[in-house]
């Protein structure tokens, strides 16, 4: 029996040590030999990685006034359990329907897709997982709701919502809250009822706000719900402005709660976007769609569109499109209008009698242009097919060439195009850039096309309709190197990139020249020819546009659409104008188009878009404070040529003498350095100038001169009066003088010039 027992003891003392040695190896094994293993795998289910935002950068205009920026937003998010838990969909779905929902009422799709949301359920795989995991549960706690989500945010009616909005969705949690509070203590009345949820999350977040609305709407683009850039320079520059998110490490629970005492841990600094400064003048900006704003209303056209710019560099000042939108409420539009699409650089068309000027300059440039020659106007046939005057054909007789500029007549252009000669006239064509994009930093441009082939073809090109299409964009970048010296610029739209905390530029975009389809002389004997369309009172298409305190140049035009490969009939015409100001110094160039205004008859075209040219023209001379035309021409129909005089000879006249000859011709003359006669003038004797021309007279030998201010002279002018005075010029930058430093004496002078765009310069 003893022996019995203790073989007992033995076999069970001997289990446990078993069992104990098992639990030790195990224990070795897990501590030790795992360990490493295991510890990553704890790490892994408790620390986790979340994205910390980069702040996406600004849009500004050249003067650093916002035009795009990051504001507080707040998004919603519906919880499906908690609804069903506490059986108040029906509240949730009505009062979240009148909050995002539409003013007019149609909401029924939206109260569809939110009780949708409100009840959704989880994947079919997830749903498995959950009724493995919690087996018997509906009969140990109650119903099961782990087959619906815990959290679906409302997209996209429920992204990015302002504060009202926000205020609202609380005070509906509040009101169910309440609801609720009511209904349980009836069932409960011995119990406080608290509610931590609705089934309904406010959650703070960003979004894109645009604090100028509609203002360079198409330039700028905008955000959606779903924080996808679209259109515009949002898109376009994504890269740039919305910088790299960074990483943060933190500590939290099976649940996703952050842990407590946990001890967060960054990654990787998020790196902001760039901010962006435009060309674009928030001012100019204002002139331009309060102008294009008032047209559209008026004449009620498919679509209008304008661009301002610095016709020296070809900066743009302004661009808007109509109609239009406000990309802070963009959901609200539609886009079967048009609205999303920027006219100014994306609607091709024929540009009619504004391309006029085209065929003007590379008549000047050839020396063919004989304003005085007589032609009979009217119509002209070219093969079998008669073109005619505006005028049904019916003509003004024999008149000038210069007054076939002035009225428009077709038949002066197609006989101009012939003296050019077919071969010359698409050489020109294509030099000022017609047929190819401008290169414009805006994305979604189109190009027109230049595909002349018959006689005809080429006679219709030659006043701007037929082989040749175009768009705004580049029908301006042409018309600023006809009139600003012969330099076709590439228009640009972004300034700099910008540090957004330093606030100085990181890259820089310079004017770029592209070409020099003619002279320097060529474009001002152009801008003066076109000066006389606006100028002549009395028959000058252009006359609409004249100002009192500034000479302005421009080209009419109204062309007949195409419509399934035949000119159409009716109000079916592109009506714009094209100029540029101030004649004897251009430094702003503007076209507008209009397509298909409702016009009562032809003759009111003109209206259209001279009345908002002349607006946005005159508030941007005196904004930028360009200083008035020293000198308007007279508003007569008298006028043969240029406005200019011949240059008198002051060789050996003292100054009273000098004084009195110039002002006889209407002239102002600067005397330079010390002395009783005039020993050497700028412009030579003899020489076409204009009255508002700068007249020099050297009373002393040139090199004892000193080198006057010439700041606010353009590069050209401060260049003639250096060479005038045998002084070498080193410019830096392109524009107008801002600063100057002279160095050495005597024949070994050198000016030193820095040149700034006009819009910088401060007058």
């Known amino acids: 029996m003893l022996k019995k027992i203790r073989m007992r003891s033995l076999i069970i003392g001997g289990f446990f040590t078993l069992f104990f040695l098992v639990l030790i190896g195990r224990l070795f094994y897990v501590q030790v030999i795992q360990a490493d293993w295991l510890t990553a795998k704890a790490a892994g289910q408790w620390n986790s990685t979340e994205t910390l935002a980069a702040n996406r950068g600004m849009i500004m205009d050249r003067n650093d006034k916002t035009l795009a920026e990051d504001t507080v937003a707040y998004s919603i998010a519906v919880n499906p359990r908690d609804i069903k838990k506490l059986d108040v969909l029906d509240e949730v779905v009505s009062g979240l329907t009148k909050i995002l929902g539409s003013e007019n009422g149609n909401n029924e799709n939206l109260e569809k897709k939110i009780r949708e949301t409100a009840t959704k359920e989880k994947p079919k795989d997830e749903n498995a997982q959950a009724a493995n995991s919690s087996t018997d549960t509906k009969s140990t706690a109650g119903?099961?709701?782990?087959?619906?989500?815990?959290?679906?945010?409302?997209?996209?009616?429920?992204?990015?919502?302002?504060?009202?909005?926000?205020?609202?969705?609380?005070?509906?949690?509040?009101s169910i809250k309440q609801h609720l509070t009511e209904r349980d203590s009836k069932t409960y009345p011995k119990n406080k009822v608290q509610k931590e949820s609705v089934g309904i999350t406010v959650m703070e977040s960003t979004k894109r706000f645009y604090p100028n609305?509609?203002?360079?709407?198409?330039?700028?683009?905008?955000?959606?719900?779903?924080?996808?850039?679209?259109?515009?320079?949002?898109?376009?520059?994504?890269?740039?402005?919305?910088?790299?998110?960074?990483?943060?490490?933190?500590?939290?629970?099976?649940?996703?709660?952050?842990?407590?005492?946990?001890?967060?841990?960054i990654l990787q600094e998020p790196v902001d976007g760039k901010n962006i400064r435009l060309t674009i003048d928030n001012n100019i900006q204002f002139y331009v769609e309060d102008a294009l704003s008032e047209a559209y209303k008026k004449y009620k056209p498919k679509s209008l569109s304008a661009i301002v710019a610095d016709v020296n560099t070809m900066e743009i000042l302004g661009m808007a499109s109509y109609p239009n939108f406000n990309p802070n409420e963009f959901y609200k539009t539609d886009g079967k209008k048009g609205e999303f699409v920027n006219n100014a650089i994306q609607s091709v068309?024929?540009?009619?009698?504004?391309?006029?000027?085209?065929?003007?300059?590379?008549?000047?440039?050839?020396?063919?242009?004989k304003p005085s020659d007589y032609y009979h106007s009217g119509s002209i046939k070219i093969g079998d097919t008669l073109i005619k005057d505006h005028n049904n054909g019916a003509g003004w007789g024999d008149i000038t060439y210069l007054e076939g500029l002035k009225r428009s007549s077709n038949v002066a252009f197609v006989k101009i195009g012939q003296q050019l000669g077919m071969e010359k006239q698409l050489q020109y064509v294509k030099n000022f850039g017609f047929g190819e994009k401008t290169g414009l930093d805006l994305a979604?441009?189109?190009?027109?096309?230049?595909?002349?082939?018959?006689?005809?073809?080429?006679?219709?090109?030659?006043?701007?309709?037929?082989?040749?299409?175009?768009?705004?964009?580049?029908?301006?970048?042409?018309?600023?190197?006809?009139?600003?010296?012969?330099?076709?610029?590439?228009?640009?739209?972004?300034?700099?990139?910008?540090?957004?905390?330093?606030?100085?530029?990181?890259?820089?975009?310079?004017?770029?020249?592209k070409g020099e389809p003619i002279s320097a002389e060529t474009s001002k004997k152009a801008g003066e020819y076109l000066e006389q369309v606006v100028s002549d009172q009395k028959i000058g298409t252009g006359r609409h546009v004249y100002l009192d305190d500034y000479r302005v140049g421009g080209k009419t035009g109204t062309a007949q659409k195409v419509i399934n490969g035949s000119y159409a009939g009716g109000n079916k015409y592109v009506v714009s104008f094209?100029?540029?100001?101030?004649?004897?110094?251009?430094?702003?160039?503007?076209i507008i188009i209009a397509d298909e205004p409702q016009l009562q008859n032809y003759t009111?075209?003109?209206?259209?878009?001279?009345?908002?040219?002349?607006?946005?023209?005159?508030?941007?001379?005196?904004?930028?404070?360009?200083?008035?035309?020293?000198?308007?021409?007279?508003?007569?129909?008298?006028?043969?040529?240029?406005?200019?005089?011949?240059?008198p000879d002051l060789n050996g006249k003292t100054v009273p003498e000098a004084k009195k000859i110039t002002e006889e011709q209407g002239l102002n003359v600067t005397f330079l350095g010390e002395g009783d006669k005039v020993q050497k003038q700028l412009p030579d004797p003899g020489v076409q100038v204009q009255p508002s021309q700068r007249i020099y007279a050297a009373l002393s030998p040139i090199d004892n001169i000193a080198v006057p201010d010439l700041k606010?002279?353009?590069?050209?002018?401060?260049?003639?009066?250096?060479?005038?005075?045998?002084?070498?010029?080193?410019?830096k930058g392109e524009g107008f003088v801002v600063s100057q430093s002279l160095e050495g004496e005597g024949t070994t002078r050198i000016l030193k010039l820095k040149l700034q765009p006009l819009t910088q310069v401060k007058q």
């Open 712 to 731: 606010g002279l353009s590069f050209r002018e401060a260049a003639e009066i250096a060479s005038f005075l045998n002084v070498k010029v080193i410019p």
């Open 444 to 513: 979604g441009e189109k190009k027109g096309k230049v595909i002349p082939e018959r006689d005809i073809e080429y006679a219709t090109m030659s006043f701007g309709q037929g082989p040749i299409t175009t768009t705004a964009i580049q029908q301006l970048t042409a018309y600023a190197a006809i009139v600003n010296g012969g330099k076709l610029m590439q228009p640009h739209i972004i300034k700099d990139i910008v540090d957004p905390k330093t606030g100085q530029p990181v890259q820089s975009f310079e004017p770029v020249l």
């Open 604 to 647: 009111e075209a003109g209206d259209v878009t001279s009345k908002p040219f002349k607006s946005i023209m005159y508030q941007t001379l005196k904004y930028l404070q360009v200083p008035s035309s020293n000198s308007k021409p007279a508003n007569t129909e008298d006028q043969n040529g240029p406005l200019t005089v011949t240059m």
């Open 143 to 174: 119903e099961n709701y782990d087959y619906l989500l815990a959290q679906v945010e409302l997209r996209p009616e429920g992204m990015q919502l302002d504060s009202v909005k926000a205020k609202q969705v609380q005070d509906l949690i509040a």
């Open 578 to 590: 094209i100029g540029h100001a101030p004649v004897e110094n251009p430094q702003v160039a503007i």
């Open 349 to 369: 068309y024929e540009p009619g009698s504004t391309f006029k000027a085209v065929t003007l300059a590379a008549s000047i440039q050839e020396n063919l242009f």
């Open 213 to 265: 609305k509609s203002l360079a709407a198409h330039i700028i683009g905008y955000i959606n719900r779903e924080g996808t850039p679209q259109m515009g320079l949002e898109q376009q520059e994504d890269e740039i402005l919305k910088g790299i998110p960074g990483k943060l490490n933190l500590q939290t629970d099976l649940k996703g709660v952050e842990a407590p005492g946990n001890s967060q841990k």
